[in-house]
C-alpha cells in the first residue's frame, strides 16, 4: 500500500481553512412581492432612522436596528401605520462574532408582516424586554435566553423553559459541546 498524500490546506488550522470547498455559492437575490414591498415601506417608517440595513423576500422585509433603539422602533410598529398587533415569534442565530436576535411581527388586519434582526454580542448578550408591549414576548425571551444566554432587561420571569433549572450552558450555541461526553 502506498502512502496517501495529505489533503491540500490539511497543514492550516482551522480558522485559516476556507469555509467551503467548491465554487463559489451565489445569494439568491432578495426579492420582495407586492405585499412585501408594502410592509417594507411601513416597517422602513417605523423604523426610520435607526435603521442599518434591510432587505426580505417574498412577502417578508426586514430591518436591522441597535439593540438601544429595539422598543422603540417595536412600539412604532405596534402602534404606528404598520399595526403590529402581534409578536409571531423570536428566534435567534449564533454566528460566533455575534449573536442575531429575530424579531417577527405580524398585522392581521392589514395583512403585513415584518421582520426586526438585533445583533448582541456573544461576550455580553444583552437586549431590553418586549414583555411591557406584547406579554407573549415573555415566553420567547425565556425560551432564547435558555438555549443561547441572551439576558432580557426588563423580563420578569427568565426562569428555565426548555431546560432544566441548574442546566450549565446554552445549546443553542455553536461553542456548545454537544459531542464533549463520556460513557458511563
Request: overall charge negative.
Given at each position: 500500500m502506498s502512502e496517501q498524500e495529505p489533503q491540500a490546506g490539511a497543514d492550516k488550522t482551522p480558522a485559516e481553512r476556507p469555509a467551503r470547498h467548491g465554487p463559489p455559492v451565489a445569494e439568491a437575490p432578495q426579492v420582495l412581492d407586492a405585499r412585501g414591498q408594502a410592509s417594507a415601506k411601513l416597517l422602513a417608517q417605523a423604523a426610520g432612522a435607526h435603521a442599518l440595513a434591510s432587505g426580505g423576500g417574498h412577502d417578508t422585509p426586514w430591518v436591522r436596528v441597535a439593540s438601544e433603539h429595539l422598543v422603540d422602533v417595536a412600539k412604532r410598529l405596534r402602534d404606528g401605520a404598520f399595526g403590529a398587533q402581534m409578536l409571531h415569534l423570536i428566534a435567534a442565530v449564533d454566528y460566533e462574532e455575534r449573536i442575531e436576535v429575530n424579531y417577527l411581527f405580524?398585522?392581521?388586519?392589514?395583512?403585513?408582516?415584518?421582520?426586526?434582526?438585533?445583533?448582541?454580542?456573544?461576550?455580553?448578550?444583552?437586549?431590553?424586554?418586549?414583555?411591557?408591549?406584547?406579554?407573549?414576548?415573555?415566553?420567547?425571551?425565556?425560551?432564547?435566553?435558555?438555549?443561547?444566554?441572551?439576558?432580557?432587561?426588563?423580563?420578569?420571569?427568565?426562569?428555565?423553559?426548555?431546560?432544566?433549572?441548574?442546566?450549565?450552558?446554552?445549546?443553542?450555541?455553536?461553542?456548545?459541546?454537544?459531542?464533549?461526553?463520556?460513557?458511563?
Open positions: 405580524l398585522s392581521a388586519t392589514k395583512g403585513h408582516t415584518g421582520q426586526v434582526k438585533v445583533d448582541v454580542s456573544p461576550d455580553a448578550p444583552e437586549l431590553p424586554s418586549l414583555t411591557g408591549l406584547w406579554t407573549a414576548a415573555g415566553w420567547f425571551e425565556r425560551e432564547t435566553h435558555d438555549l443561547f444566554g441572551v439576558v432580557f432587561e426588563g423580563n420578569p420571569d427568565l426562569s428555565p423553559l426548555l431546560l432544566y433549572e441548574g442546566f450549565e450552558g446554552h445549546p443553542g450555541l455553536r461553542s456548545y459541546p454537544f459531542n464533549d461526553y463520556q460513557e458511563w
